[in-house]
């Protein structure tokens, strides 16, 4: 019955499958030869007038025009539900409140100073290339501003997100008298008996500008309640539930809610949750910038909150307790140094080329393995197959202008917290309780383990070690958000890089590294997928093989062989010229880095195989990492 609408879109499509319940049902289309998913349509039994039938959802909607009272009546149901995440999202209950400097007033269309006790409406909208009326960053007291975005969206009333649209000038569509119609098409299907069917596509927000930009990120994670305008519909959306124009709202009696959100749970917890920090990289990182050197800010919201979870803050990004595991992000695909909006050194900016936030892409969520379990305990066999990352070198790090460095020692904490933790000696931190335990060893060359621990916060965790928590901690971090430079004193070779290859099913490329005998001794990922092709050896059986380059030892750690790990994307796992003798595969992380005034840039990041790092020339080098 459906077939004939949807025609065009369904030319690809061969099976569908439905799921739903009473008078709604989802229809899936997925793809001839993949289960990717095409289209996705809600059907909705139409409501009557007379409400003949109190299951029915669907509503016909003017296709022009948003109905005048739907709004209002969205903002008042929250209000009178009075839920607590609606006045205040998790995520933000972990910032500074601030009001904005200035609001709109838009009875007497002028900007008025934003000190008066009222509440406000934010807005989320890209700028786009038209020429609009804004005020400049001169105009305003832009640094403190920016600084604390987030926590002017939190503050919000509701926000207005204007995701349809290239630019500004497009506006909100369909206000009655206000702006221009939108054209809403509602396929509408007649039964027998007066009734009707309507459907709606579901929407992939993924695709439309706002969702690609970067400021608008925070911008929708510290919002408690949005007005969404997109694809020429109004939705409400707040922690009672997402509310549709073209759907009866659900019975009181069914809005519950939805505060356990996923998203903002790693903003909740007390835990330190780096694989949930790792996927919000993930979406953020590759998202435009007008003023690319805005990157840091747009995130720094997210960062504030994090700061009570995660023990010692960030740095440029990357939180300091993990900060050795943090070094070795990888890019999952092509990624490109950002570039400011005015000439400078990206890093004096804010955006140094060791962090992720120098560099747009999207980032490997398999960065987060190595940390994901190595303090839980978890199953059998999680806890045991865990990668593992060594800290090496003790970071500092500094401003670019003031040459005093500052000891980084939250990864040293935690490294004598595990020391002490996995032999049950020493003190335990407050909030720590050992329990006696009888499972298996933290890994496979240790005897089995004979404690665990929980804090007083997560009676259902068990650590393997006391982790340095922020709880009870009386003084914030010290702010790092102007140190871009991490020092150390660490020691370096230099090798050749040769073998470019790529993945049939990936997006990025790597490069073996051999020694000047040409034997393969670890891998590189390249970020922008070129490496220099001048001198690049086809064959490598000469004594010298593709392109010298230096490497500078970070950290160190390991994988145990009996794992297959290839799936983990650990690129030279089933290298066919990487000895497996052992029962661990031990390596240096390391980074290829070029010096330029006495700063070292990371070029890219990976493995040297241990055995084979100390039989090189090593040297020792003052690293500074810019
Ligand atoms: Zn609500
Ligand atoms: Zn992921």
Redesign the pocket.
């Known amino acids: 019955m459906f077939r004939s609408c949807f025609n065009n879109d369904l030319e690809n499509a061969s099976d569908f499958e439905a799921d739903g319940c009473c008078n709604s049902v989802i229809l899936f289309a997925k793809a001839a030869n993949s289960s990717k998913l095409l289209f996705a349509w809600s059907l909705h039994l139409v409501s009557d007038t007379n409400q003949r039938d109190p299951t029915a959802r669907g509503k016909i909607v003017n296709p022009h025009w948003i109905e005048k009272n739907v709004i209002r009546q969205w903002k008042r149901?929250?209000d009178r539900?009075n839920?607590k995440?609606?006045q205040m999202c998790p995520a933000a209950s972990r910032l500074i409140l601030t009001r904005p400097c200035w609001l709109i007033d838009t009875w007497r269309l002028c900007l008025t100073t934003g000190a008066v006790n009222a509440p406000y409406v934010a807005l989320s909208y890209v700028w786009g290339e038209e020429p609009f009326f804004k005020t400049t960053r001169n105009d305003l007291p832009w640094h403190s501003q920016i600084q604390n975005m987030a926590s002017i969206f939190a503050n919000a009333t509701v926000t207005i997100i204007a995701m349809q649209g290239a630019n500004a000038n497009y506006g909100l569509r369909g206000l009655r008298g206000i702006s221009k119609p939108r054209n809403l098409v509602q396929d509408i299907f007649t039964l027998g008996e007066g009734s009707s069917i309507t459907t709606t596509q579901q929407q992939n927000e993924d695709q439309n500008p706002w969702s690609q930009r970067g400021w608008t990120f925070q911008e929708q994670i510290f919002s408690?309640?949005q007005l969404v305008f997109s694809a020429d519909r109004v939705q409400w959306k707040?922690?009672?539930?997402n509310f549709l124009e073209d759907l009866m709202p659900p019975p009181a009696s069914e809005v519950v809610s939805q505060s356990t959100q996923s998203r903002d749970h790693v903003f909740s917890t007390s835990i330190p949750n780096f694989n949930r920090y790792a996927e919000l990289v993930r979406q953020y990182n590759d998202r435009q910038f007008t003023f690319p050197e805005d990157a840091l800010a747009a995130f720094s919201g997210i960062t504030t909150a994090l700061s009570h979870t995660f023990y010692g803050g960030f740095i440029c990004g990357l939180p300091a307790l993990f900060l050795d595991m943090a070094l070795v992000w990888q890019p999952d695909a092509k990624c490109q140094r950002r570039v400011p909006s005015k000439p400078s050194n990206p890093t004096k900016l804010g955006l140094p080329s060791w962090s992720w936030v120098g560099w747009k892409g999207k980032i490997d969520h398999n960065w987060s393995l190595g940390c994901r379990f190595e303090y839980m305990v978890s199953s059998r066999h999680e806890s045991l197959s865990v990668p593992r990352t060594i800290p090496l070198v003790q970071w500092y790090s500094r401003s670019w202008e003031n040459m005093e460095l500052a000891a980084i020692k939250e990864p040293l904490e935690l490294q004598e917290l595990k020391k002490r933790g996995l032999k049950g000696i020493g003190s335990i931190p407050p909030g720590w309780r050992r329990f006696d335990y009888h499972g298996v060893a933290y890994e496979p060359e240790m005897p089995p383990a004979r404690y665990v621990y929980k804090h007083d916060c997560d009676p259902t965790t068990e650590f393997w070690y006391p982790i340095p928590l922020c709880e009870g901690q009386h003084n914030p971090p010290r702010p790092r958000g102007t140190d871009t430079l991490l020092c150390c004193r660490t020691q370096r070779i230099w090798a050749f890089l040769s073998q470019k290859f790529s993945h049939s099913t990936r997006e990025y490329t790597n490069s073996s590294i051999r020694n000047s005998k040409g034997t393969w001794i670890g891998e590189l990922r390249l970020h922008d997928n070129k490496i220099p092709t001048k001198n690049l050896s086809q064959s490598h059986q000469g004594s010298e093989s593709g392109d010298l380059c230096e490497l500078i030892a970070i950290s160190w750690g390991y994988f145990y062989e009996k794992w297959d790990w290839s799936v983990f994307q650990i690129d030279e796992w089933n290298h066919k010229e990487r000895p497996r003798d052992s029962e661990k595969y031990e390596f240096y992380n390391v980074l290829w880095v070029e010096w330029q005034d006495g700063i070292a840039y990371r070029k890219a990041c990976g493995r040297v195989m241990k055995s084979a790092w100390e039989c090189q020339e090593l040297e020792w080098v003052d690293l500074v990492l810019g």
Do not use: I, K
Not at 238 to 241: E, I, L, Q, R, V
């Open positions: 149901g929250c539900r839920n995440d609606c408690r309640r707040c922690a009672c539930g």
